[in-house]
Structure formats: structure tokens, C-alpha cells
Nanobody, 124 residues
Framework: QVQLVESGGGLVQAGGSLRLSCAAS????????MAWFRQAPGKEREFVAG????????RYADSVKGRFTISRDGAKNTMYLQMNSLKPEDTAVYYC?????????????????WGQGTQVTVAS
């Protein structure tokens, strides 16, 4: 079973950048599609970005297109989310998720593996 651990969250000023990491332990995660979701206080968890098992396909929520970049490093069993031009509305707990999916889906319930989340706070 793959276990997921997020890191890299923190407090940043609007316009700044952060890079989140999601490290997978256990069996190789090379066959899993991966994604980032986020949940702001009082709101439902929402899709942010996803990447296919081989890294060739990506999807983004409209709200982050052009600002966020998802990637993965198979050798390190790690997925990343580079977040630039951060806005206060990006403030949320960010979760990584994984499952055997093809093509990538944006639907939360399609993902069976989840990390514990990392807090991102963007100050105005």
C-alpha cells in the first residue's frame, strides 16, 4: 500500500511562491495517477491539479492555470506542486491523492489514497 506525506506548506505573502511535495512510501507509485486537492475553511475539497502515472498528461483547475505547475519524479517517488503568484484565495489545506486512474480525473471520490495535508496561508 502506498502512503503519502505532504510537505512544503507555510505562510507566504501574496505574489509569492511555494513548492509542495508529496512523498510516496511503500510500493512504487509509478503506476498511480496523482493529484492535488485543497480545502479552504467552510468549503468543500476541490481539485487543483493532476498528473498521469507516466507524467505525460496534466490537468489544472481554471483558478490555478498559468500559476501552478504539477510534476513528478519517479526516481524519488515524489510529486510536486510549484505555486507562483499566490493569492489570498489560495489559502487552504492542500492534500495529495493517488489512485490507478487513466485518464486523469478531477473527481475527489475517484482517489482512494490520501495524505494528511499541509497548510498553505497566503497573506494579503
Amino acid at each position: 500500500q502506498v502512503q503519502l506525506v505532504e510537505s512544503g506548506g507555510g505562510l507566504v505573502q501574496a505574489g509569492g511562491s511555494l513548492r509542495l511535495s508529496c512523498a510516496a512510501s511503500g510500493r512504487t507509485f509509478g503506476s498511480y495517477a496523482m493529484a492535488w486537492f485543497r480545502q479552504a475553511p467552510g468549503k468543500e475539497r476541490e481539485f487543483v491539479a493532476g498528473i498521469s502515472w507516466n507524467g505525460t498528461n496534466t490537468r489544472y483547475a481554471d483558478s490555478v492555470k498559468g500559476r501552478f505547475t504539477i510534476s513528478r519524479d519517479g526516481a524519488k517517488n515524489t510529486m510536486y506542486l510549484q505555486m507562483n503568484s499566490l493569492k489570498p484565495e489560495d489559502t487552504a489545506v492542500y492534500y495529495c491523492a493517488a489512485d490507478h486512474l487513466e485518464p486523469i480525473t478531477t473527481i475527489l471520490r475517484d482517489f482512494g489514497l490520501w495524505g494528511q495535508g499541509t497548510q498553505v496561508t497566503v497573506a494579503s
